[in-house]
């Protein structure tokens, strides 16, 4: 059994979904495993990672769309507002969704479906760098 | 330390959660662990997983119930409709629930708590085989 | 490659979030690994788990403020009401966050990012002594 880590930098420029896919695969390849996991992890409580369709962009739009109405930037029920109108709201929409997640490595190749695709879910308005570690476990 | 997978597919009709403790408890028996983790991960991205309590069924009516109202089909919000009104608000509730959830083996058995079972939560309206990846790994 | 495990429990009070990074970070200690993972596995469905920002307490009230207005107790919705109204918004707040968070171990420390607090999100008003179990892995 062995593992390996690596952190990588997602620069955003907005709400949006970001791909990064690609490079937890890239990751997967490196480590070499044939069986085993790997743990994508966000450092950050104003961004947050999810799994969702990557054939229709509509979708992402969507997405956003229903997030920014159920938590609406400047809502008179936050207190939190001294670093702008869409940082509560941010740290909502991060609890709501995931800041780790497990996909098993099978095969040597991560288990996503057919339809999904890895992000990182960017809630600020201001661009970021945001730091996801990636861990890969397994043989 | 060693690791198992298998791939189970659970078959739905219509949206509602479809319990798989059991699977989830043979499997991490075949494969052995006294100690070590159980990941299940669901290979799609409008239906999703999520722990409830398994004792009243009226739990899982009220969470449909919940969901379907926060995220309603044919939403005048969504732009992605072309696969039915039930497939964008089928995404959203995957993001507000889980694709990935890690569950510890104690003494040979899942660490679920006394009112804990393992569900897939399926939101489309038409039947579905759902692939699910059980990832058992420890000693 | 080792693992080890420890149950802690949780004294609460109310609705609210409980951190215990600081519990989680001495067990990692204790566990002595240099590179790995560690995985927290809530074993209820009326309280969860939740990654937040550590800094200014408002982010806490607010937080709870919205997942009050999101899924209010005694909402008329809800056909589970026999233990309680704030019963079965409990169980909903629980699937709209986690019951398994995994953080990788890197040098020695969990990646938790500058900000970012570890907490037990209790949904219920009647104090409750809550059960975490810890799995750290890797070597």
Redesign the interface.
Known sequence: ?R?E?K?ITVMTSGPGLYEFSDAARSFTHEAGLS???L?A?C????ASL????NA?P??Q???L??FN???PDG?A????TMEGPDD?PA??K???????????I?RSAL??????GLYLFEHRRKPHAR?I?L?A???
Chains 1, 2, 3 share one sequence.
């Open positions: 059994m593992q880590q952190e069986m085993g996991q743990t992890y450092r950050h409580t104003s999810v799994i969702q369709e229709d509509d979708v739009r969507d997405l769309a229903f109405r159920l938590v809502d029920l936050f207190v939190h509560m740290h909502v991060s609890a709501l969704t995931q800041t780790s997640i497990t996909i098993p099978v288990a996503l479906g057919t339809w999904q730091n570690v861990h476990l397994g043989e």
